[in-house]
Nanobody, 122 residues
Framework: QVQLVESGGGLVQAGGSLRLSCAASGSDFSIKHMGWYRQAPGNQRELVARITSGGATNFADSVKGRFTISRDNAKNTVYLQMNSLKPEDTAVYYC????????????????WGQGTQVTVSS
């Protein structure tokens, strides 16, 4: 089992910045890819950004140029730096990790964080 602990959400005014962190913990696991998703009321969950084990990144068009994703493999942690925030960025943000476990090394499992609220006011 892998636990993802998120932090950094909160209330910020439009144009401001927030940095989300997600740390993975557990035993006998190896993280492959990590990403951030978000879901606003009345909307479906959408991919915000993701990063591979090799550092390749992908962003939703709506956040390109404003958000940055990074990871610290030694800490099993992924970050989402959010700049120039807009009210439409308001959502619950979820951390996701794709991992393998030593007892089933050919299988891949997805784990999710509990979600953290980001609210951007105008």
């Amino acid at each position: 089992q892998v636990q993802l602990v998120e932090s950094g959400g909160g209330l910020v005014q439009a144009g401001g910045s927030l940095r989300l962190s997600c740390a993975a913990s557990g035993s006998d696991f190896s993280i492959k890819h990590m990403g951030w998703y978000r879901q606003a009321p009345g909307n479906q969950r959408e991919l915000v950004a993701r990063i591979t084990s090799g550092g390749a990144t992908n962003f939703a068009d709506s956040v390109k140029g404003r958000f940055t994703i990074s990871r610290d493999n030694a800490k099993n942690t992924v970050y989402l730096q959010m700049n120039s925030l807009k009210p439409e960025d308001t959502a619950v943000y979820y951390c996701n990790a794709e991992v393998s476990h030593s007892d089933s090394p050919l299988s891949r499992y997805n784990y999710w964080g509990q979600g953290t609220q980001v609210t951007v006011s105008s």
